[in-house]
């Protein structure tokens, strides 16, 4: 697998302030990346640090496997970290082509673009007429211009209304089903959950949990359970393949598993073996649940 970037041990201090405490991320190439915490966990910094706009205190990060500089590395990433500024009295397709005049890109590419986050027939529209949605947008075509190999966004949706977010999400997947790997921060459990694959959870600087994104909801199962002799119902249940966990709470004989568990399936294998339930509930822990368990909100 491709090492996009490589994140090893970062720290930083801002005075007395730790923003960023040992973190460590290695991103590889086809995946979409979330960093998720709530607002002041460090993300900003960390991609700040990453792009070179943010001294680091310690620790090391590397691009594309440290074969480049990096300045040659960053001209190979797209990356908007800020309110996307351009130039209001010029058209969007204006503005794409004077980036591809500074960056020496064919002119070809702005049509491309437009494509892709949809503004092709707003493209002779100036930029002050554009919603704060659409402004993003362009803001995204022209971090593609160059075809970069990752995309870096800042909270991408911060302050767009709900059809606006709608189509910033549906565009971030689009580039990456066409390959380009991609790292945000957001604030939104819900963001990340549905865009990236792969997630990194900080709070006040620490990572919290680093994996996938179905990793962290992998606690697909809790099944409560009662009978009238729960004592038989949990002797029963120990030789039941794949339950990690089996717990007694307020009469209720709960369950913990990994994999899914089949409620019928575990019901009848109780009954041929005479232990009747008088309840079954099978309860899904959201993610927004293990969220909220881990950032102890
Ligand atoms: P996030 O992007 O997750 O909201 P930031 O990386 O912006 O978090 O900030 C992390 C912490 O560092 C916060 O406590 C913030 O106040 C602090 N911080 C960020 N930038 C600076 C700075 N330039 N000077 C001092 N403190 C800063
Ligand atoms: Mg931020």
Known sequence: ??????????????????????????????NVYGILGPNGSGKSTTLGIVLNVVNKTSG???????????????????AIIERPNF??????????????KIKGINYSKVQEKLEIVGLTDRKDSNFRTFSL??????AIASALLNDPEILILDE??????????HQIRDIIRLIASQGTTILLASHLLDEVEKVCSHVLVLRKGEIL???????????????????????????????YPNIDKIKEEDGKVIIISKTNIEPSELNKYLAQNAVYLTHLVKRNHSLEEQFLQLTGK
């Open 156 to 165: 991408p949706t911060n302050g767009l209304d709900p059809q606006g977010i």
């Open 209 to 239: 949990y680093s994996g996938t994104v179905d990793g962290m909801s992998s606690t697909n199962g809790i099944i409560e359970l009662k009978s009238n002799d729960n004592k038989s119902l949990i002797n029963i249940l120990q030789k």
């Open 60 to 78: 090391d990060y590397s691009w594309f496997g440290g074969k480049l500089k990096t300045h040659d590395a960053l001209k190979k990433v797209g």
């Open 1 to 30: 697998m491709e090492t996009i970037l490589s994140i090893k041990n970062l720290n930083k201090n801002y005075g007395k302030l730790q923003a960023v405490k040992n973190v460590s991320l290695e991103i590889h190439k086809g």
């Open 87 to 100: 130039y209001p009295y010029m058209t969007a397709k204006e503005n794409l082509e004077l980036v591809c």
């Open 133 to 138: 949605g659409m402004k993003q947008r362009l």
